[in-house]
């Protein structure tokens, strides 16, 4: 498996991947794939690489600019990131963050945040910081990563890719 930034052939494999590992989830809103086709759209999709099994697309990971009020630069949000179901468990996902890191530390980027599972993401670095919300979620599952420069405080907005609405 090699891990690689997107490339146009590779579009409509990564929304069946990002819809298959959704399907179900309890806190999907299975939106996942339009918001990765509106960050592309946008020119909000920072960086967007997949995981590549012999020519087969079974994994992506997406990051895109938040914004941080009162003014903070450089921050991104991490997210979907998405393992094709019969390829989940085996290290698939921890691969593509470990390398979208490195690419966010290539760029100079100041940090990351994430909405996700405490124990899973915790394992890379990312903690609650009380003084970085997310407005309506619960400050458990938001969890930020500083990777150059000093921590922040602020109020945290992704991209409007994200609204539902």
Known sequence: ????????????AISAVTTAAFAG???????EPLIIERLRAA??????????DAGEVIGHIAFSPVTITPAANGWYGLGPVSVRPDRQGRGVGSELI???????RDAGAAG???????????????RN???LVFPGCAPQYFMALTLSGAKVSGTVAYH????TG
């Open 98 to 104: 470990r390398r979208g890191f490195e690419r966010l």
């Open 129 to 131: 910081e009380a003084d």
């Open 1 to 12: 498996m090699i891990v690689r930034p997107e490339r146009e052939g590779d579009f409509s």
């Open 43 to 52: 020119g909000a999709l920072s960086h967007s690489l997949v995981a590549d």
């Open 160 to 163: 409007p890719a994200f609204e």
């Open 25 to 31: 989830h309890p806190h999907s809103d299975q939106t």
């Open 112 to 126: 990351c945040v994430v909405v996700g599972e405490p124990e899973f993401y915790g394992r890379f670095g990312f």
